[in-house]
């Protein structure tokens, strides 16, 4: 996942050289694939004829998923990576903008062009009650969808490189949208119950 946070992914921001480094659904264009790829003494190690470990799978060398992710690579691009950057990162500008001006339960995070969020304690709730925060972030994943947002149901959004900048006002009227809704509900079922 953490491949599309740099150019040569998350690595070149690390502060020593990785042995090994598995590619996920990204190589492959979103279709099941995953890589192996590593230092060339530990990747002679799956080489044949002389091979000492097996590298195998039902997928391996899937033709569709090969030139699904030959394209998908070749779009890729530095600039294309750079693109996603910015774009998540104007999402999230626009978000916390907006939701600190309403008081907002929801705390961000971004690597890149990951945004996750989670929701605080709020003064209602016990601080170690998860089952009320696990309710509002599944409610708040069911609003986002009704209103046109794919978001993962744990609180995290990705850009793609086919979103033009213009979106990132979109996603943040969505998201306050959502929430809004949200906490209306949270709101009603406290006043019945």
Known sequence: MT???GFHGYQERLPFRPDL????KIIGGGLPVGALAGRAELMRLFTPPAARATAAGTFSGNPVTMAAGLI??????????LHLNELCSRVESGLVLELARRG??????????LLAWSFRCGADDAPDDLSVQREKQRLLHLALLNN???TLQRGMLCTSTVMPASMS???ADIFVRSLDQVL???RSLRAVA
């Open 184 to 186: 209306e509900e949270c």
């Open 72 to 81: 998908s690579l070749q779009h890729l691009t530095e600039s294309a990576l």
């Open 21 to 24: 480094v598995l590619l996920g």
């Open 169 to 171: 006002g979109s996603i």
């Open 148 to 150: 046109g947002l794919i």
């Open 104 to 113: 907002s339960p929801l705390s961000f995070r971004r690597q890149g062009s």
């Open 3 to 5: 491949l599309r946070l």
